[in-house]
């Protein structure tokens, strides 16, 4: 038995044997319970579905039962009649918005980072008339520089920053969402924990994180755990195959989601899971067998 192994089945075994700690309901705005089986709620971003146009591929997604639409948040106040007329009349509704905004948050640059308040504001604002779970963000991308030092006081000047910004979303019907990623991506934040920690230390509802099972391959030793440790501050989940971030199936034996489904199952996670991923194959092909997957392995979980 490898680390990564043993380390999900203890923990699974630890967990299973407690009840949803206490410390999880506090400011948690959904209940926690285990007395029925919430369903997988499926998302696309806009380009998963075959299709020339939105409303083909949203006919697509409304023919397979899946129930969310991510958009990019670039140019989303302009988008907002489109995005609202598209989906009138359609079981489909804004999951979360990815990103989008120019700046960052821990730029060095103050004319950056004011770059990146105005910015994430306008989406957040437009994110609210959608109706959206709340905004994707990264504190920094390894590329961005220059950056603050990753130390006590840039964690501090982050939590500070996000809680403005988190009463700012509340004040529009949405919440941030910090995303962790892999260390080749983004060395500052990587882990669900650190990201529900940092949302913990705001104590505000506006401050929510996610789970991505692509950076969560590289960074995570446990899906069970690390999902778990987002308790209530879990707000959206990405998914790709595990090799390649193509569609789940397409790796193969690796595209296995079942220890982080059960995950969210037993937290009566009520929100999307969404496809954030590339085919090397026919996406008329490739997608309904993804859909197929996550399904089956959610009922296994």
Same mark, same amino acid.
């Given at each position: 038995?490898? &680390?990564? @192994? #043993?380390?999900? !089945? ?6 299973? /044997?407690?009840?949803?700690?206490? *410390? ?88 950056? &980072?004011? @770059? #990146?308040?105005? !910015? ?6 437009? /994110?609210?008339?959608?109706?959206? *779970? ?168």
């Amino acid at each position: 038995m490898d &680390r990564r @192994t #043993f380390l999900k !089945t203890s923990f699974a075994g630890t967990v299973l /044997a407690t009840t949803v700690p206490a *410390t999880w309901l506090a400011g948690c705005t959904t209940e926690v319970s285990t007395s029925q089986t919430p369903p997988l709620r499926l998302s696309f971003q806009e380009n998963t579905a075959p299709g020339e146009t939105l409303t083909e591929r949203l006919d697509f997604m409304e023919a397979h039962g899946v129930v969310g639409l991510e958009p990019s948040g670039r140019g989303l106040g302009d988008r907002l009649n489109e995005l609202q007329q598209a989906l009138r009349g359609r079981n489909i509704q804004i999951s979360a918005i990815c990103a989008g905004f120019s700046g960052f948050i821990l730029a060095e640059d103050p004319t950056v &980072r004011a @770059t #990146f308040d105005r !910015t994430m504001k306008e989406i957040i604002a437009a /994110a609210g008339e959608l109706g959206s *779970t709340g905004v994707i963000m990264v504190p920094a991308f390894n590329q961005q520089t220059p950056v603050m030092p990753h130390n006590a006081d840039t964690r501090a000047y982050l939590v500070e920053q996000l809680t403005l910004l988190g009463e700012y979303a509340l004040q529009h019907g949405t919440t941030v969402i910090l995303e962790p990623l892999n260390r080749s991506e983004a060395f500052y934040l990587r882990q669900v924990a650190d990201a529900a920690s940092i949302c913990r230390d705001t104590a505000c509802d506006g401050v929510r994180c996610m789970g991505d099972f692509w950076h969560m391959t590289a960074e995570e030793s446990s899906d069970y755990g690390a999902l778990y440790s987002g308790g209530p501050y879990l707000r959206h989940i990405h998914i790709a195959s595990r090799g390649k971030r193509r569609m789940p199936g397409e790796d193969g034996e690796r595209d296995n989601y079942v220890e982080g489904f059960r995950a969210l199952k037993q937290m009566n996670y009520p929100y999307y899971v969404s496809f954030e991923c590339g085919s090397t194959g026919d996406r008329a092909q490739t997608v309904p067998a993804a859909l197929t997957l996550l399904r089956t392995q959610w009922d296994q979980a």
